[in-house]
């Protein structure tokens, strides 16, 4: 992709974000896509490209009557989003489609309209991993970070310290779902729910959703808000167990992703004004830290003790309070990229100061897949 070739001009969330029972699951993602739609002043009928995950596209372009020429439908966990802007980025670039939805829409508190959790006893993971004991995100989640305890040090505290620094962020962000100041005590003399995570060490559970409007970026001038260009992207899979990662300390997903997105940007870790990292559990971001070379392998705990990743740092990140403190549906990357959105517009509750590029990493499953965007809000 030509680095600015597309931009993003439209974004929104859903109008309520937490608890939400009066919408279902397709309802959140056409409140989301109306949103994002007015934001830049566009109808359903403008729109000839949709993408999502967790609902079906045709479902979702059936239900916002479009009658699209490129869909996608790809679905690899709470990074898929990323994965979208990539692929819209490409369509529009190949003449495919001129103006691309992509929507998120999940009721993963309220569960209206949700599919059903759980794990085929036929797949690789019913068949290798379930009989062994863990259930779910939390205690599959312990295997990686157990590992990078005990290979790099990294103490309780540490880890506690990105669950304080993003609860920072989260108290000035009004949407935020959680915004009280809380302590590296508070979140130590937390619930334990899976060694080594305790309770505030492990993101929220609520409903919501958000999209984003693409187009090419010689429409941008055409739309009222102010655009948001696409300059590097980059995805990625490993493997579907994390019992098979090739190396629990760092994620080759994450490596293989950051990386093209770097290269295709054709910047350097000191041109990111702003970072955005996956953060469904406190681990998240010491692996993204590392494994997009913003920091040396096992660094990235010291770096966020001490005060570079907070409100005032050096390197602001996940600064709407991430999924650990603003809001977590099950699917986050949609957020992660809402917040980029914000940032680069100047419109974000936690604004930093001279943002003009924006680096936003999201892992789907444990660690199974990763999408890397990078944007600007100056045409290259």
Not at 40 to 56: M, N
Request: charged letters at 15%.
């Amino acid at each position: 992709m030509k680095p600015g070739s597309v931009a993003i001009v439209g974004a929104a969330e859903t109008t309520e974000l937490g608890v939400i029972p009066h919408l279902s699951q397709i309802g959140l993602h056409a409140d989301a896509a109306l949103n994002a739609l007015k934001d830049c002043g566009l109808t359903p009928k403008d729109i000839d490209g949709v993408a999502c995950a967790g609902e079906s596209p045709t479902n979702v372009a059936h239900y916002l009557g479009i009658t699209p020429t490129w869909v996608d439908g790809t679905a690899v966990g709470g990074c898929s989003f990323m994965l979208h802007v990539r692929h819209a980025a490409a369509a529009i670039n190949e003449g495919l489609c001129t103006t691309v939805l992509i929507t998120h829409g999940q009721s993963g508190r309220s569960r209206v309209g949700a599919g059903r959790w759980g794990v085929s006893p036929d797949s690789l993971q019913g068949q290798f991993e379930t009989p062994y004991g863990p259930s779910g995100p939390p205690s599959m989640f312990t295997i990686p970070v157990l590992r990078y305890m005990k290979e790099y040090g990294l103490t309780h505290e540490q880890l506690a310290m990105v669950a304080v620094v993003q609860r920072e962020w989260a108290a000035k962000n009004p949407r935020a779902m959680m915004k009280d100041p809380i302590t590296v005590e508070d979140v130590l003399n937390s619930r334990m729910i899976a060694y080594p995570f305790h309770l505030l060490e492990c993101c929220l559970v609520t409903d919501g959703g958000g999209a984003l409007v693409l187009t090419s970026a010689d429409r941008a001038k055409d739309f009222p808000t102010k655009p948001v260009y696409i300059i590097g992207t980059g995805e990625s899979v490993e493997t579907p167990m994390v019992s098979q990662m090739e190396d629990f300390t760092t994620s080759k997903a994450f490596r293989v992703s950051g990386k093209k997105a770097f290269e295709e940007a054709g910047i350097t870790h000191d041109d990111v004004d702003h970072l955005m990292i996956y953060d469904a559990f406190a681990h998240l971001p010491i692996f993204g830290l590392e494994d997009l070379g913003f920091v040396g392998r096992g660094e990235a705990a010291q770096f966020i003790w001490e005060g570079n990743t907070r409100p005032g740092g050096k390197l602001p990140l996940n600064t709407n309070g991430g999924g650990l403190s603003y809001t977590h549906t099950g699917m986050y990357g949609m957020f992660a990229l809402q917040e980029s959105v914000r940032q680069l517009r100047g419109t974000a509750p936690a604004q930093v100061p001279d943002v003009k590029i924006s680096v936003c990493h999201g892992v789907g499953g444990m660690f199974a897949a990763s999408g890397t965007i990078i944007m600007s809000n100056e045409r290259p």
